[in-house]
């Protein structure tokens, strides 16, 4: 097997050189980390659980027309996606308090927000991701104001696409993070949706109890992260009903 080119290595996922031109082969790896990598693990079929949900979430907004990276899954851990040029930037949309806005503002975890706020960071682990402002955004030159409102755009349809499709299965999508990426076709660009859409990015709580089905399980020690991450792809059908997670889960192909 020839040895392949990569190209870039995060705390997660792993970016090879593609077969073709324009392509990336996107690496699901088994570590955890949180607050800023203070915190790591290696828990065993994160890295294939991730790969199988953020397929499924990447072909559901193509197939009702929001534009991502996702190509095809290769294999359990690896997704064929297409390069391209990401946005210093983490889009956080947030419909209820958690986290860190619950911490700033003094608002009890949980409460619904009167509308959807979207927030940016800056990506920079080294900085720990600060919270930026449109301003700043402009200012450093990280997007262009019609950059900002198509980004705005396929965040807010991100979300109602993700509260739809988790409401259905009895989950409340509190939150969640996205990157964008600028894809060029000659002179022309657009914006798609890059990176991962899963339990890593997201804040899942059970609609009847609450409970957490995200990466705040890890982060709160509040038990097995397999089993949560399991738990929804078992709701959304990726994984059969009635399999119960070993080391390494049991996925459809």
Same mark, same amino acid.
């Given at each position: ?32 980390? !949180?607050?800023?990598?203070?915190? $790591?693990?290696? /828990?065993?079929?994160?890295?294939? @659980?991730?790969?199988?949900?953020? &397929? *499924? ?40 308090? !958690?986290?860190?806005?619950?911490? $700033?503002?003094? /608002?009890?975890?949980?409460?619904? @927000?009167?509308?959807?706020?979207? &927030? *940016? ?49 009895? /989950? ?11 894809? *060029? ?69």
């Amino acid at each position: 097997m020839a040895r392949r080119n990569k190209i870039y290595e995060g705390k997660a996922k792993i970016l090879y050189e593609g077969p073709e031109p324009g392509t990336l082969v996107q690496y699901f790896k088994d570590d955890a980390t !949180a607050f800023n990598a203070e915190k $790591r693990d290696v /828990i065993d079929g994160k890295g294939a @659980l991730n790969n199988r949900l953020s &397929e *499924y979430f990447m072909t559901g907004l193509n197939n009702v027309g929001v534009p991502t990276h996702f190509l095809k899954r290769l294999n359990m851990r690896e997704q064929l996606v297409r390069a391209c040029e990401i946005i210093p930037l983490e889009v956080i949309v947030r419909n209820y308090a !958690a986290g860190s806005l619950s911490t $700033r503002l003094g /608002i009890e975890e949980g409460t619904q @927000l009167p509308r959807p706020i979207v &927030e *940016y960071c800056y990506k920079d682990d080294k900085l720990g991701d600060p919270l930026v402002t449109e301003e700043h955004i402009a200012a450093f030159g990280w997007a262009s104001q019609q950059d900002m409102d198509d980004i705005l755009s396929l965040a807010l349809r991100v979300n109602d696409f993700m509260s739809g499709v988790m409401f259905g299965v009895g /989950i409340r999508l509190v939150d969640f993070k996205i990157e964008v990426g600028r894809v *060029y076709d000659g002179d022309f660009q657009r914006l798609v949706v890059a990176d991962e859409i899963s339990p890593d990015s997201c804040r899942l709580w059970d609609l009847e109890t609450g409970r957490k089905l995200d990466k705040d399980v890890f982060r709160r020690d509040l038990g097995n992260l397999t089993d949560a991450y399991a738990e929804v792809a078992r709701r959304l059908g990726v994984m059969p009903k009635g399999t119960t997670p070993m080391s390494k889960p049991t996925l459809i192909n």
